[in-house]
C-alpha cells in the first residue's frame, strides 16, 4: 500500500510532517479527500478543518482560514498563515 508524503506548513513552524493514508482540507469549493495515487492537483483553501490521517491510524486536525494544497506524485503540501487545534466539540 502507499502512503502520501504530507508536509503541513504554516507561516512561522511546520505543523505536521510525515507519511499519511489520506488528507481531508477545506477547498474554496468543498471538502476534498486525497488518497495515494490521486491526479497532481493545486487548490485554494477556504476556512475549516485539515485533517491528516498517519500510516499508523493517528488522526490530527487543525482550523485554518485559508491557504493551498499542492499534491504531485503522493507528495502533499498543505501552506496556510495560521493553524489552531479545533474547538472541542
Do not use: C, Y
Not at 30 to 39: A, T, Y
Not at 44 to 57: C, E, H
Not at 60 to 71: A, I, K, L, P, Q
Amino acid at each position: 500500500m502507499s502512503a502520501l508524503d504530507v508536509t503541513f506548513v504554516t507561516s512561522d513552524r511546520t505543523e505536521w510532517s510525515g507519511k499519511a493514508a489520506r488528507v481531508v482540507v477545506p477547498a474554496a469549493d468543498g471538502s476534498m479527500g486525497i488518497l495515494p495515487r490521486m491526479q497532481p492537483t493545486l487548490a485554494v483553501l477556504d476556512r475549516g478543518i485539515v485533517r491528516i490521517t498517519s500510516d499508523s491510524g493517528e488522526v490530527t486536525e487543525r482550523e485554518v482560514r485559508g491557504g493551498f494544497v499542492s499534491v504531485d506524485a503522493d507528495v502533499v503540501t498543505i501552506a496556510v498563515d495560521h493553524a489552531d487545534r479545533p474547538a472541542s466539540r
